[in-house]
């Protein structure tokens, strides 16, 4: 499960950083993580419950750094139980040669996801400890949003049975996207359905629909959060699509960080 996240506490110009953890539920922010220095300036970082762990307090923080001059990406892993880190994971090359990331992590199976600020995906295997980079589905690229962060008309999401999935913003729908992966040819991306969204949609939302905008999202509860400019904050369910307000005061142009206890 994703836990507490993105708390690094860092000086740009020196290649370490300084996390603190913190637990929202029990409010304890004990424990303090300094990084190895890296080749590279830290991007972004997530922390996940440690696996197969009976600690709940037990976890694993994933920091990303990334050198702009050579375009390339690299994970240190640190566990809580060792109070070690691992530097593992080799480092890849952004497509863009300029990997910035300013939307929040997903935990799906047994990855965590990041999208960069144009529309690729990168992704972390906690298992085998590697980074890819993925395309973003070609059709739900939005004109609207090109000139924009891509996170906030597009989200990573599960798609069941451990597949990558990505909501996106389409022309008054939102999309839902799977990544199949087969044994025998490359993965690729498959459109599973598209919901109109003047169906769903309270009656006070459906004057903004073009200013929608995807803030967040909760993993354990398939929950994700939409923003408008001036309507409020809304968070639906995946499968039933109902909307319900959660905030009066919109959130445009910010991200939530859903949490909840385990």
Known sequence: M???AHLPSLDTSLSSAEFTVFNPMTRDSGHTVISE????????????AAAGGTDRRSFRLIALFASYQEG??????????SGAWVNSAMGVVSPSHFAVIYHPSTLVGNAI??????????RFDLGRHNLAF????????????????????HWIIPAGDGHLGLAALSEGSIQFWKRETGLSSAATWELCKAVQLDRVLPLELKEHVSSLELIGFAEENNVIFISTHDGGVFMTNLESMQFKKVHTTSTTRYYIHPYSGF
């Open 2 to 4: 994703l836990t507490t």
């Open 37 to 48: 220095r890296q080749s590279g300036k830290l991007i972004a970082a997530a922390v996940v």
């Open 72 to 81: 390339g990406v690299t994970a240190s892993v640190y566990s809580s139980d």
């Open 113 to 122: 996801y990041w999208m960069l600020r144009d529309g690729e995906i990168l």
């Open 134 to 153: 993925i395309e973003q589905p070609p059709h739900a690229v939005v004109e609207r949003h090109r000139r924009f962060i891509p996170g906030f008309c």
